[in-house]
């Protein structure tokens, strides 16, 4: 198979991260338009199909499936399967707070163990020095459980319109927020990195941590 060009390889990685997303909002929407019973449950059909087919093609396109897409595919498969099964959305519901807080523990714990997940999952697309390493991984650690807990309370306290924008795009930016304001982190981390004998890089070869929320 040819190589990817770099334009056509970020369309592949970008519908793999985001296309059972985009597939479970267009099939809500559809849902409240046909004025479907339970639209949760019906958009939930997208959902799995959506998350089936994003898998698919990464996996043609690329012959491999980066680990985080894969955990949240297989994660919408799973709740998604359980929410058509027993028809009942709060399965869907619940699915980023139990993801969210499975990164946030795994994270922190994995600090407290003197070890790094974060930098594991990144390898060598990010170099900071250990001291940014801890920072940047207590961060989003706790972050992640601040995302657990908001989901739970706009789903629990919100309509379900209201919830399922929150999930997408609201997750997805209140991600990329945090994000970027990490970034004054990140730089001190790489002058820090460098200054002790590490790989000098250079600012437009920073790569954004992937996506790790779905």
Sequence with gaps: ?????????????????????????????????????????????????????????????????????????????????????????????MKPTIMNVTFGVTLLVGLALDKNPLKLLMGDALVMSRRAWRVFTLRYGIFFLVLAGLNEAVWRTQPDEVWVLFRFPGLIILTLVFSLAQTPLIMKGMKEAEAEGGPHVEPEDIKPPPPLVE
């Design 1 to 93: 198979m040819a190589e990817l060009s770099p334009k056509t390889r970020a369309w592949v990685r970008s519908a793999v991260d985001y296309g059972g997303l985009v597939a479970f909002l267009i099939g809500f929407l559809v849902s409240r338009q046909l004025k479907i019973d339970q639209p949760l449950v019906a958009a939930t059909w997208w959902l799995v199909g959506g998350s089936a087919i994003a898998l698919l093609i990464g996996f043609v396109a690329e012959r491999r499936i980066a680990p985080m897409p894969l955990i949240a595919g297989g994660a919408a498969l799973v709740f998604g399967t359980l929410t058509l099964i027993f028809h009942d959305p709060i399965f869907i519901k």
